[in-house]
């Protein structure tokens, strides 16, 4: 049974750091790719980070790069994503889910990914 469970989120302020947590279980998660989304009240999902379970390639949206950085642990079977110089539009509700496909290359495409963390809130205010 695959399971997620998801941590790091709260608030911090403009520029500040926090760590996202997504462990899961269920399955050896070296040989999936696991995607990390985010959404605002009144706002579609949008994909955040990828890291692949084909390759171990990473891929970031254009809002992000050069601030996230995706990492996993594949002892832990725990994917986490670093965000740094957060900025308010950062706001949003983060989850991360997984592709059910052995070796499956990143989507951009949430409905790609068949399972999901409960999300983690994450509110860049001054």
């Known amino acids: 049974q695959v399971q997620l469970v998801e941590s790091g989120g709260g608030l911090v302020q403009p520029g500040g750091s926090l760590r996202l947590s997504c462990a899961a279980s269920?399955?050896?998660?070296?040989?999936?790719?696991i995607g990390w989304f985010r959404q605002a009240p009144g706002k579609e999902r949008e994909g955040v980070s990828c890291?692949?379970?084909?390759?171990?390639?990473?891929y970031y949206a254009d809002s992000v790069k050069g601030r996230f950085t995706i990492s996993r642990d594949n002892v832990k079977d725990t994917v986490y994503l670093r965000l740094n110089s957060l900025k308010p539009e950062d706001t949003a509700v983060y989850y991360c889910?997984?592709?059910?496909?052995?070796?499956?290359?990143?989507?951009?495409?949430?409905?790609?990914?068949?399972?999901w963390g409960q999300g983690t809130q994450v509110t860049v205010s001054s």
């Open positions: 889910a997984i592709r059910d496909l052995y070796e499956g290359v990143c989507s951009s495409d949430f409905y790609e990914y068949n399972y």
């Open positions: 269920g399955l050896i998660l070296d040989y999936y790719s």
């Open positions: 890291i692949s379970g084909n390759d171990g390639s990473t």
